[in-house]
């Protein structure tokens, strides 16, 4: 929410003082929770300090949601909101299975190639749609996204004939899930191995963090998020800068579409349920508000490693099945009330 | 109006401390009753303090306060309420759901049989009688949402008066109302005070204190520094009582010169709100437009820019101005500090560097999209050093610097385009007098360099100093142009109020 207009009738009111942003109050609040609880699980349990656990398990894991929460914060820090994410991870994943079926005859880079180029355009596609929706018919970003979300679940259905598992043809299976399950050694050994999944994340990562950071595009985006009448205002075309921040999404949907296709070799239309709402969480735990102008990656990236940490050491720590959700929406919500404390922006608000 | 004018408010030796810095410096105010008394002065003069006092908000006030011809402690705005003192602000409280008739009586539902429910047919008729007392006629049934900003200001006095209020504060109340609204308003207040209630008219607003208040106090750096009857004085002297001695010495010496034709406006229209504008503005000159809130003038301005449709042409030198939008005339050369900072200027929580290069990233951007940090800054440092914008911070988050100096930025992001043609509406709007001049200085040079600006203000002295021409808008048409130099204050604002034949 933006701030209300307050005239400055009062010479040297206290709200003048510049704290630091609140952003980076809540960002720091997550590291530390982040620190002591590595620190405490490494001195409680053998499992965690593990390079199997840390790096197969908790990162491998993490690093297809960290995709699309890149895409995310790209959205989020515009102002938007997108739920269909879910949805269109599974769109794509089902074009990538579909293609590979297509080209079942072809070499395996061509077959490879040409269905990831797919994927990449049908994510693109899908937010794309997402965008033109929000930005140029001026629908609600939560209506829109909800929407789509339902309607790329129907396509993903029809495409895989009501619901049937489409699987990688055999003779292309064993090079494409190299996308998950490929490693790549450190250190001139393989006693340390980073996985695939990672490798690509980290891409991801740097690619998104130099756009957002470094391009005009990403000053607009940020600029769209703080105040997007102002913005117009200033001749800048905000519709299209909103659009391709969904588009960017979509795309991030392509890459882990591909990356866990990898991993099952099949393609559902089930699959990826409930996955918007973690990305949102790892967004929203980082520091990024809704409603945007702030945040930004590296907030991102911290929210998604807390909760995938929790994730990791739920069952380390015996916590029981039906207990973890509890857990996992206490964890975001004090993160969040905290953040609401801090700022002193409850209900009371200012006068 | 009243034969024995009874003061209900009488504050005494009111003053007001933030952070040890004096925001009222020991002021006396009353308030008689069946009047109105006005309050104006500059933005930071003390006015909407003041009134926060009397609404209870600031309880650590020092002074004395009497009310009704007791004394009173106003220690928190319940508290006030129950005095008799009632606010109706700026940014109106009403509930946008709810009835007009809930709203009313909104705290005062009548209960009805069942514990806990309320009785609706009887909440209808009361709030109907409230209505009718006041002679208002809205809707009650309606949600008041879906009502005007002026007929939801009428339902917030309505709750008001229903509260047995007595003494009411009206807090800038024409500043986001247009036109025929303002009138209606006023004879709503003029009325109010022919039942005896005591009324504080907060204001900036010079030219519309002779329509509305029978006395006016000045307020200047938080001390009251006169009080007339409205009868006796002159526009020209409360300006003069606002900005004390300085007024002279705040404008720069006119030294532009008009040149050949840079903007054709014809046949501007929007139906409803303003029609058939037409002018032409010239390099190097300085085009006031006057008018009173609600005249039209903005949209005219945002209209121009592109920021709303209109019908009519618009050419920038020679070339017409097709399709005009907020993008296509920036790209073209014309610039616009919109009237209302905060909603339409400022990138809240982006630093000053990013607001100020928001409007040139294409110019600052290498191959590729790329934009190097280092550009933006010293981009910015180049506009913060020439606008003199302090503190002298590219990285502080805007809405961290005053008012005067988010404009100085905002300017600045402009300046960076070197448009050919700027548009300045109440560019001064909330600033502090030395950013005033610094601005007046600004717009003299823009103006010498060949430029075109079009400044629209309701400060009309502001208008008689910098303007080469004034165009007098009155209810969405041209009526009228005089030559800015020579020009008195009281004519450009005797040229606003005059009705037609």
Same mark, same amino acid.
């Given at each position: 929410m933006p701030d209300q207009p307050d005239q400055p009738d009062k010479p040297e009111a206290p709200s003048r003082r510049w704290k630091p942003s609140f952003q980076v109050v809540q960002a720091g609040t997550v590291l530390l929770v982040l620190l002591v609880l590595c620190a405490v699980s490494a001195a409680r349990t053998t499992?965690?300090?593990t390079w199997r656990n840390l790096v197969y398990n908790l990162l491998t894991n993490a690093a297809y949601l960290g995709i699309i929460a890149c895409g995310m914060t790209f959205v989020m820090v515009a102002g938007g909101f997108d739920l269909s994410v879910g949805s269109t991870t599974t769109v794509c994943s089902v074009v990538a299975v579909l293609v590979l079926q297509g080209m079942g005859g072809q070499p395996a880079w061509m077959a490879i190639t040409v269905a990831v180029l797919a994927t990449a355009a049908a994510g693109v596609l899908l937010g794309a749609a997402n965008g033109a929706c929000v930005s140029?018919?001026? &629908?609600?970003p939560f209506v829109t996204t909800l929407s789509t979300m339902l309607i790329f679940r129907g396509i993903a259905l029809i495409m895989t004939q009501g619901g049937q598992t489409l699987s990688v043809p055999l003779a292309l299976k064993k090079t494409f899930s190299q996308t998950y399950w490929g490693k790549v050694d450190l250190f001139g050994s393989a006693a340390h191995q980073l996985t695939v999944p990672i490798l690509i994340f980290l891409g991801v990562f740097v690619v998104s963090v130099f756009i957002l950071r470094f391009t005009r595009f990403g000053h607009y985006v940020y600029a769209v998020g703080g105040n997007e009448n102002a913005t117009w205002l200033a001749g800048i075309n905000t519709s299209l800068v909103k659009a391709t921040t969904y588009a960017i999404c979509g795309l991030t949907c392509a890459i882990a579409a591909v990356i866990y296709t990898g991993m099952s070799n099949t393609g559902q239309a089930?699959?990826?349920?409930g996955l918007e709402l973690l990305v949102i969480a790892s967004v929203i735990v980082g520091?990024? #508000?809704?409603?945007?102008?702030a945040g930004g990656l590296f907030f991102t990236l911290i929210g998604l490693l807390l909760l995938s940490v929790i994730e990791n050491l739920l069952p380390q720590f015996g916590v029981q099945e039906e207990y973890r959700n509890i857990v996992r929406g206490l964890i975001i919500l004090v993160v969040v009330a905290m953040d609401v404390l801090v700022r002193g922006t409850g209900r009371k608000g200012k006068g | 109006m009243a034969s024995a004018p009874t003061p209900v408010l009488r504050m005494q030796g009111i003053v007001k401390r933030f952070a040890g810095v %004096?925001?009222? +410096?020991?002021v006396d105010f009353d308030v008689r009753a069946g009047e109105v008394h006005a309050l104006i002065g500059e933005n930071g003069a003390g006015k909407s303090t003041l009134m926060n006092v009397l609404a209870g908000r600031f309880p650590d006030y020092e002074g004395r306060i009497h009310l009704f011809g007791q004394e009173a402690r106003l220690a928190s705005p319940r508290q006030a309420l129950a005095l008799g003192v009632g606010v109706i602000y700026?940014?109106? $409280?009403? @509930?946008?759901? @709810? *009835?007009v008739a809930e709203n009313i009586l909104l705290g005062h539902e009548p209960p009805g049989r &069942?514990?806990?429910? @309320? +009785?609706r047919r009887t909440l209808v008729r009361q709030a109907q009688d409230v209505l009718d007392a006041l002679g208002f006629r809205l809707?009650?049934?309606? #949600? &008041?949402?879906? @009502? $005007?900003h002026a007929r939801q200001c009428l339902v917030e006095i309505a709750h008001a008066i229903r509260k047995n209020v007595r003494l009411l504060v009206f807090d800038?109340? *024409?500043?986001s109302l247009a036109g025929d609204d303002v009138e209606r308003l006023f004879a709503v207040i003029r009325d109010l005070r022919a039942r005896g209630i005591g009324i504080a008219y907060i204001s900036?607003?010079?030219?519309e204190l002779p329509q509305i208040a029978d006395r006016v106090t000045v307020l200047r750096d938080g001390k009251a520094v006169g009080t007339r009857d409205i009868a006796d004085v002159k526009v020209a002297e409360l300006s003069h009582m606002m900005l004390g001695r300085r007024l002279t010495e705040m404008f720069p010496e006119k030294r532009n010169q008009p040149a050949e034709p840079i903007l054709r406006v014809e046949g501007l229209s929007r139906p409803?709100?303003?029609? +058939?504008i037409s002018f032409t503005l010239r390099r190097g000159e300085i085009l006031g437009i006057a008018g009173l809130?609600? $005249?039209g003038r903005t949209e005219i301005a945002r209209a121009i820019f592109g920021a709303d449709r209109a019908a009519g042409r618009c050419a920038l030198e020679g070339r017409p101005l097709a399709r005009r939008s907020p993008r296509r005339c920036t790209a073209r050369g014309i610039g616009m500090i919109q009237e209302n900072r905060t909603l339409d200027g400022n990138v809240t929580g982006l630093s000053v560097e990013r607001n100020i290069g928001i409007g040139v990233l294409d110019r600052l *951007?290498?191959?590729?999209g790329v934009l190097p940090p280092r550009r933006v800054r010293r981009n910015a440092q180049r506009m913060i050093e020439r606008m003199d914008v302090? #503190? %002298?911070? /590219?990285?502080? #988050?805007?809405? *961290?610097?005053?008012g005067g100096n988010q404009q100085k930025a905002i300017l600045g992001r402009w300046l960076c385009r070197d448009p050919k043609v700027l548009i300045l509406d109440? /560019?001064?709007?909330?600033?502090d007098v030395g950013t005033k001049a610094q601005i007046y200085r600004l717009i003299m040079d823009l103006a010498s360099d060949g430029r075109g600006i079009i400044l629209i203000s309701s400060e009309f002295f502001e208008l008689v100093n910098l303007a080469d021409r004034i165009l007098v808008v009155r209810d969405g048409r041209l009526v009228g142009e005089m030559p800015g130099?020579?020009?008195e204050v009281d004519a450009v604002f005797a040229a606003c109020v005059r009705k037609g034949a």
């Amino acid at each position: 929410m933006p701030d209300q207009p307050d005239q400055p009738d009062k010479p040297e009111a206290p709200s003048r003082r510049w704290k630091p942003s609140f952003q980076v109050v809540q960002a720091g609040t997550v590291l530390l929770v982040l620190l002591v609880l590595c620190a405490v699980s490494a001195a409680r349990t053998t499992t965690f300090l593990t390079w199997r656990n840390l790096v197969y398990n908790l990162l491998t894991n993490a690093a297809y949601l960290g995709i699309i929460a890149c895409g995310m914060t790209f959205v989020m820090v515009a102002g938007g909101f997108d739920l269909s994410v879910g949805s269109t991870t599974t769109v794509c994943s089902v074009v990538a299975v579909l293609v590979l079926q297509g080209m079942g005859g072809q070499p395996a880079w061509m077959a490879i190639t040409v269905a990831v180029l797919a994927t990449a355009a049908a994510g693109v596609l899908l937010g794309a749609a997402n965008g033109a929706c929000v930005s140029y018919v001026g &629908v609600n970003p939560f209506v829109t996204t909800l929407s789509t979300m339902l309607i790329f679940r129907g396509i993903a259905l029809i495409m895989t004939q009501g619901g049937q598992t489409l699987s990688v043809p055999l003779a292309l299976k064993k090079t494409f899930s190299q996308t998950y399950w490929g490693k790549v050694d450190l250190f001139g050994s393989a006693a340390h191995q980073l996985t695939v999944p990672i490798l690509i994340f980290l891409g991801v990562f740097v690619v998104s963090v130099f756009i957002l950071r470094f391009t005009r595009f990403g000053h607009y985006v940020y600029a769209v998020g703080g105040n997007e009448n102002a913005t117009w205002l200033a001749g800048i075309n905000t519709s299209l800068v909103k659009a391709t921040t969904y588009a960017i999404c979509g795309l991030t949907c392509a890459i882990a579409a591909v990356i866990y296709t990898g991993m099952s070799n099949t393609g559902q239309a089930a699959s990826y349920q409930g996955l918007e709402l973690l990305v949102i969480a790892s967004v929203i735990v980082g520091g990024t #508000p809704l409603g945007g102008g702030a945040g930004g990656l590296f907030f991102t990236l911290i929210g998604l490693l807390l909760l995938s940490v929790i994730e990791n050491l739920l069952p380390q720590f015996g916590v029981q099945e039906e207990y973890r959700n509890i857990v996992r929406g206490l964890i975001i919500l004090v993160v969040v009330a905290m953040d609401v404390l801090v700022r002193g922006t409850g209900r009371k608000g200012k006068g | 109006m009243a034969s024995a004018p009874t003061p209900v408010l009488r504050m005494q030796g009111i003053v007001k401390r933030f952070a040890g810095v %004096r925001a009222l +410096d020991g002021v006396d105010f009353d308030v008689r009753a069946g009047e109105v008394h006005a309050l104006i002065g500059e933005n930071g003069a003390g006015k909407s303090t003041l009134m926060n006092v009397l609404a209870g908000r600031f309880p650590d006030y020092e002074g004395r306060i009497h009310l009704f011809g007791q004394e009173a402690r106003l220690a928190s705005p319940r508290q006030a309420l129950a005095l008799g003192v009632g606010v109706i602000y700026q940014e109106l $409280s009403v @509930l946008p759901n @709810l *009835t007009v008739a809930e709203n009313i009586l909104l705290g005062h539902e009548p209960p009805g049989r &069942v514990p806990g429910t @309320l +009785d609706r047919r009887t909440l209808v008729r009361q709030a109907q009688d409230v209505l009718d007392a006041l002679g208002f006629r809205l809707p009650v049934g309606e #949600p &008041v949402g879906r @009502l $005007s900003h002026a007929r939801q200001c009428l339902v917030e006095i309505a709750h008001a008066i229903r509260k047995n209020v007595r003494l009411l504060v009206f807090d800038e109340p *024409t500043a986001s109302l247009a036109g025929d609204d303002v009138e209606r308003l006023f004879a709503v207040i003029r009325d109010l005070r022919a039942r005896g209630i005591g009324i504080a008219y907060i204001s900036h607003r010079l030219a519309e204190l002779p329509q509305i208040a029978d006395r006016v106090t000045v307020l200047r750096d938080g001390k009251a520094v006169g009080t007339r009857d409205i009868a006796d004085v002159k526009v020209a002297e409360l300006s003069h009582m606002m900005l004390g001695r300085r007024l002279t010495e705040m404008f720069p010496e006119k030294r532009n010169q008009p040149a050949e034709p840079i903007l054709r406006v014809e046949g501007l229209s929007r139906p409803g709100v303003f029609e +058939d504008i037409s002018f032409t503005l010239r390099r190097g000159e300085i085009l006031g437009i006057a008018g009173l809130v609600g $005249s039209g003038r903005t949209e005219i301005a945002r209209a121009i820019f592109g920021a709303d449709r209109a019908a009519g042409r618009c050419a920038l030198e020679g070339r017409p101005l097709a399709r005009r939008s907020p993008r296509r005339c920036t790209a073209r050369g014309i610039g616009m500090i919109q009237e209302n900072r905060t909603l339409d200027g400022n990138v809240t929580g982006l630093s000053v560097e990013r607001n100020i290069g928001i409007g040139v990233l294409d110019r600052l *951007t290498a191959f590729g999209g790329v934009l190097p940090p280092r550009r933006v800054r010293r981009n910015a440092q180049r506009m913060i050093e020439r606008m003199d914008v302090r #503190p %002298r911070d /590219p990285a502080r #988050p805007i809405q *961290t610097l005053s008012g005067g100096n988010q404009q100085k930025a905002i300017l600045g992001r402009w300046l960076c385009r070197d448009p050919k043609v700027l548009i300045l509406d109440e /560019p001064t709007q909330g600033i502090d007098v030395g950013t005033k001049a610094q601005i007046y200085r600004l717009i003299m040079d823009l103006a010498s360099d060949g430029r075109g600006i079009i400044l629209i203000s309701s400060e009309f002295f502001e208008l008689v100093n910098l303007a080469d021409r004034i165009l007098v808008v009155r209810d969405g048409r041209l009526v009228g142009e005089m030559p800015g130099p020579g020009t008195e204050v009281d004519a450009v604002f005797a040229a606003c109020v005059r009705k037609g034949a």
